[in-house]
């Protein structure tokens, strides 16, 4: 992005991506796929950090630019397609749902100097906004920008962009995260737990992607937490949340947490060893980026899954792939 910059352009967000998944190999993994649907979706990629022992955390990500255009700064997430009523956020959140994961953005937004006139005078950890490092990659739910478009569309960019968290802060295994205080008061236990003690590995980077949303509800007049339960998630790790909708358009615990699974998806697998893809994935989605855990060790056999299997993580581009129409995406997990 600086380059860009530097030389009088600007970076755009399809090849700032193959710039960085090509600039993080082979420290993450990725493959990428013929097939572009998302002009139906609002989607870009899968995003799926894996721990060793299997435990995962996955996003469907669209990217995007915080853009300057003369003095207001502006993401558009509000974008719709000639002839299509709906906007890319409304697809992006729904699209989701039938790979069982949460909506994000991640946000490319330069670097400290082209962020030097950004209006944000918010702070985190008495550090101005704009000033953040790291922050030229971040990541954000689509729920926060949902709540940013609705309150204030003109300024939602710049919103988000406050509560979107750097790529390499939650991908990082140093530090401990903070505790979360859910608005439910009667949680099953191990959410509970999960919620109010440090974690870290792909545990960690659902907690963070989760803070701002939690944070929003907690501002909202939406009542008391509604105590009733989600429909579980096939292979979630956590079956059992509550299902508040607060003023967001889905229940957003359900929402956020149902891309925290137990194991590694069946799709994830089958790029790791080799197997064909199902159309239903390569059809609807660019590609797959995997974040293994930063502790893991690398093997001598590549393409397999099994103790630590964060380290051995190994994905290839499938040559003539013929997807099988077997596999439904509620099977997935």
Same mark, same amino acid.
């Given at each position: ?27 993450? %993994? ?140 939650? !991908? ?11 608005? !439910? ?31 929003? %509800? ?56 080799? %197997? ?58």
């Amino acid at each position: 992005m600086t380059g860009m910059l530097d030389a009088g352009g600007m970076f755009r967000e399809v090849t700032a991506t193959q710039v960085l998944l090509s600039t993080a190999y082979p420290r993450i %993994r990725f493959v990428e796929f013929a097939a572009d649907d998302e002009k139906e979706n609002g989607a870009d990629w899968l995003w799926w950090w894996v721990d060793r022992d299997g435990t995962c955390y996955g996003l469907l990500v669209q990217a995007k630019i915080l853009k300057l255009h003369g003095k207001r700064w502006s993401v558009d997430f509000n974008y719709k397609t000639r002839g299509d009523d709906r906007t890319q956020l409304s697809k992006l959140i729904k699209a989701a749902n039938r790979f069982h994961v949460p909506a994000a953005y991640v946000l490319y937004c330069g670097d400290a100097q082209y962020r030097s006139a950004l209006t944000c005078d918010r702070t985190h950890d008495d550090f101005p906004c704009k000033e953040r490092d790291r922050a030229g990659v971040s990541a954000v739910s689509a729920l926060v920008a949902e709540t940013a478009v609705g309150l204030d569309a003109k300024n939602a960019g710049v919103s988000t962009f406050h509560d979107a968290v750097p790529v390499e802060d939650i !991908a990082s295994p140093d530090g401990l995260d903070a505790p979360i205080v859910p608005l !439910a008061r009667v949680l099953d236990q191990d959410l509970e737990r999960f919620l109010r003690q440090p974690r870290r590995g792909s545990r960690r980077v659902a907690k963070e992607l989760l803070r701002p949303v939690q944070r929003i %509800r907690h501002g909202q007049f939406a009542g008391a937490a509604v105590m009733e339960r989600a429909a579980p998630v096939t292979g979630a790790l956590f079956e059992n949340v509550p299902n508040d909708y607060g003023h967001f358009s889905v229940p957003y615990v359900a929402h956020m947490l149902c891309g925290l699974r137990a194991e590694v998806p069946g799709y994830v697998r089958d790029v790791l060893e080799g %197997r064909t893809l199902p159309a239903w994935l390569t059809d609807h989605v660019g590609g797959i980026v995997v974040i293994p855990d930063a502790d893991a060790l690398p093997t001598a056999s590549p393409g397999r899954v099994g103790d630590g299997g964060a380290g051995l993580l190994s994905l290839g581009f499938p040559e003539a792939p013929q997807p099988p129409h077997d596999q439904h995406p509620g099977q997935a997990a």
